[in-house]
């Protein structure tokens, strides 16, 4: 793909065939509803950095057979299911999350294409989804075969060194998550959360969810992260005004 975004015409293309299928099997259903959005840009993809535009378009020529949607809070898959094939998410955004001891739900992440689901995990000895994962959007997924997306690794190297680059950077955001979660206080979730988000230079962070999805991130009640967050503006050291988070007193958060 090299330091442009990569034209999207053949997978347009192939989205539009899909589309003309699910016409003709369901006319009352519209398009909106089905979770699709050709009027959108799709996304540039890391997995296929430094992919000219001729290897791009011909790796969706040989490997994608099969388009699956989702409509919005549909769930895509389960945890423990099996991973059978590659799911590539092309459009929308998803969100991953699995119910705690105490029956919380834990969001772990937001993912927005183009990605895959689970790349970690697709070739491991238990690969299996280790996460719920709902759609938050209409979403579109490319259906690759485990076996034929590995026989392209193997004999293109940029796109293998994409692979591996993208699982490593999702383990470091598990290890940073892992900790996150192995603190025992929420003041402390929060505080390492907010130093995470912020710098010395720039002090505001726009918290891109809600507050109760922001609970479910930290695998907390709604009430519970409300009350902390006014204890910590209480205190001084952060400053709230809707969705913006500013940090007052930085060594405060360090703290913890």
């Keep these: 793909?090299?330091?442009?975004?990569?034209?999207?015409?053949?997978?347009?293309?192939?989205?539009?065939?899909h589309q003309l299928k699910h016409n003709q099997d369901d006319r009352d259903n519209p398009?909106?509803?089905?979770?699709?959005h050709h009027n959108h840009e799709l996304s540039y993809c890391p997995l296929f950095k430094?992919?000219?535009?001729?290897?791009?378009?011909?790796?969706?020529?040989?490997?994608?057979k099969e388009i699956l949607t989702f409509k919005k809070g549909e769930t895509v898959v389960r945890q423990g299911?099996?991973?059978?094939?590659?799911?590539?998410l092309v459009q929308g955004s998803v969100r991953t999350e699995m119910i705690t001891q105490e029956g919380n739900i834990l969001n772990i992440d937001t993912l927005e294409a183009v990605i895959p689901l689970a790349p970690a995990f697709i070739y491991g000895s238990n690969n299996s989804y280790p996460v719920d994962i709902i759609a938050?959007?209409?979403?579109?997924?490319?259906?690759?075969?485990?076996?034929?997306?590995?026989?392209?690794?193997?004999?293109?190297?940029?796109?293998m060194t994409n692979?591996?680059?993208?699982?490593?950077?999702?383990?470091?955001?598990?290890?940073?998550?892992?900790?996150?979660?192995?603190?025992?206080?929420?003041?402390m979730k929060l505080s390492a959360f907010l130093l995470e988000k912020t710098t010395?230079?720039?002090?505001?962070?726009?918290?891109?969810?809600?507050?109760?999805?922001?609970?479910?991130?930290?695998?907390?009640?709604?009430?519970?992260?409300?009350?902390?967050?006014?204890?910590?503006?209480?205190?001084?050291?952060?400053?709230?005004?809707?969705?913006?988070v500013r940090v007052l007193n930085r060594g405060r958060l360090i703290r913890g």
């Design 163 to 187: 692979f591996l680059t993208m699982n490593a950077d999702l383990t470091f955001f598990l290890t940073n998550k892992l900790q996150m979660i192995s603190l025992k206080s929420l003041k």
């Design 50 to 64: 430094g992919l000219t535009q001729s290897e791009h378009d011909a790796f969706l020529d040989r490997n994608v």
């Design 1 to 17: 793909m090299g330091e442009t975004k990569q034209r999207h015409d053949h997978l347009h293309d192939l989205m539009n065939e």
């Design 200 to 244: 010395n230079e720039k002090e505001t962070y726009v918290l891109k969810q809600s507050r109760t999805r922001l609970a479910e991130y930290f695998g907390v009640q709604r009430q519970s992260l409300a009350r902390t967050l006014k204890e910590m503006e209480d205190e001084g050291t952060i400053e709230l005004k809707g969705k913006r």
């Design 31 to 36: 398009r909106e509803e089905q979770g699709l």
């Design 136 to 159: 938050v959007e209409p979403c579109t997924f490319l259906k690759i075969s485990k076996a034929v997306w590995l026989e392209e690794m193997a004999h293109n190297k940029k796109l």
């Design 81 to 88: 299911d099996p991973i059978s094939f590659v799911m590539l």
